[in-house]
């Protein structure tokens, strides 16, 4: 249709992107088609429609000038596997929002397509390109009334748009309205979700002839982790006869929308089981959502703790209430026995501080605002009138402080904060436990409230730190993880029988694995995982010896979780949400003056962290290590910005990389 460039508006001082019509190809259909897409264009004012700024002709050269969106297409932000649902749904809302929207002027596309979807630097999507677009309705009259022909592009037996996106009606080279744009957007998602594109064929004929017979696999059965629910709006989409499929771009908006909202707050009931066609596991990932700002929620939980086997839905999460609103990082929750408040960590100070927030909602209290250094990893005392905490005052060590604020006590032997952590309280509140480092390795240090005398546990194995203990309420078992920290993407979770300090493997040390929390019987482990892509909360049995029962399975799908605390009852439960995001810009070395943000530009687009990058000798390539893909891999970008090319794919994290001198290693 054109060759699009980059330019300034020299009268208002702005960039914009113009596209030119080559004198070549301007005969009157194609001017009446470049005509066509600037008046559909400019019918349309909404803010995932690319602008239309003015139509001109100079020279004899046709041009549109159109807003400059700084981003890259859906086409080169698509990993092998798909995205994770936080970001299928942070770009299908808004991708339906628009088709809507055209719909309701009278405008079919015709030819929607992944590289027809622009996603900006800032998150927002694009839909571009409407040189196919085929006015209906009001619209045709008054386009026809203003002398553009359309009688060639809306002829039965011409085949229009891209052959990989066209509905069944399209192929055929029958008429085709608003439902043939729905068609389209259903392989869009299915690519989405999975990966891969539900039609295919060796030859264009083989495509088209696939598209008008075949009916795909539903998404859910390729890929673990996908909502049945949002398959089945997929598959709805894909119906090869128009009247049976979705009627309006706007009810699958609305049914995103709504699906979203079930998702969000956990009303979605755990029921998606492993994908009927398998891949290697490390295949299987979500390159997950992330946010700067990490958040609270409330969440109820589903009824009792049964005895069923690890593999069937023992949970449902309802009625999701936000905690927390500041601008900064909210982390370790722990619950008021009597569910009321909620402790957690907060930066909003200016350093680690314990905060206490009613759970119902309302204005939160610093406890620690007496030290400007850290305090962190509360835990509510069974009585809940004491909060034991891990501090870096007066030397370091375990703290602990009335729940409603007060001068805290030390009762751990002086140490470095960071060789002390995961305060945890014995059911009947007579003991407290926490881990320390030593040199020697690892222990459980166990502290009687009564004489302040202590006991200890050996941890077996020195290897590696460890982190977020948590203590059986039946006082049998402690699990904890391991692990060097929590940014390099990969850990092992371990049970230490209290009986005989043996150590017995909860999981295998392929996935990222935090925060365990016991059900109230002390037969069920909750964790939270990164094994589906995003972190999610699972669930594994736990036998009697204390070894795992069966597999662990997902009990949420999607929330993107850090750190979660259960409530004593086991009927609540309460998390943070978050991730770190990092990405790469390039800024040139100005002789005169120095750089700005205006003259940066971005090179990935990812709601992932980039943990390191190299130069290839040549200058051209970098080599990144980055979590888009769910764990961190190593990847290639061009120095320029274009498509990412994955080097690795597997669980464990691959990180630090180099590019050796001669750059074949």
Known sequence: MGDVYLAEDTSLGRRVALKVLPTELASDERRARFTREAQALAALNHPN???VHSVEVDGGVHFITMELVRGRTLTELLPREGLSLERFFAIAIPLADAVAAAHQQGIVHRDLKPGNVMVGADGRVKVLDFGLAKPMGGFAADSEAGGVPTATMTEPGLIVGTFSYMSPEQARGQPVDARSDIFAI??????????????AGETPTELLSSIIRDVPPAASSIRAGIPRDLSRIVQHCLAKDPSRRMQSALDIRNELEELKREIDSGELLADVQPAATRRRAASRVWWGGAAVVVILGLLGIF???????????????RNPRQVTFTAGVETQPTWSPDRGRIAYVSDQSGNQDIWVAPAAGGAAVNLTADYPGLDAEPAWSPDGNQIAFVSERDGGGVYLMPAIGGRPTRISARGAAEGLNSPQWSADGTELAHMRREDQGNVIEIVSMATRDSRRLRIPSSAGNRHDLSWSPDGRFFVYVQAPNRTDGVSRMLLLRASDEQEVAVTDGTSDDWSPIWSPDARTLFYISNRGGSKDLWQQRIGSDGTPEGDASPATVGVGMQQAALSQDGRKLAYSKGNPVANV?????????????EDAEQLTFDQALIHSLDLFPDGERLLVSSDRGGYPDLWTVQVKGGEMRQLTADRTPDMAARVSPDGQH
């Open 49 to 51: 429609i690319v602008t």
């Open 585 to 597: 810009w390039r800024v040139p070395i100005l002789e005169h003056r120095e750089a700005t943000w």
């Open 186 to 199: 259903g392989i869009i998602f299915y690519e989405m979700l999975t990966g891969g594109r539900p039609f």
């Open 303 to 317: 009824g009792s703790m049964r005895t069923e086997p690890s593999n069937a839905p023992a949970i449902q999460l």
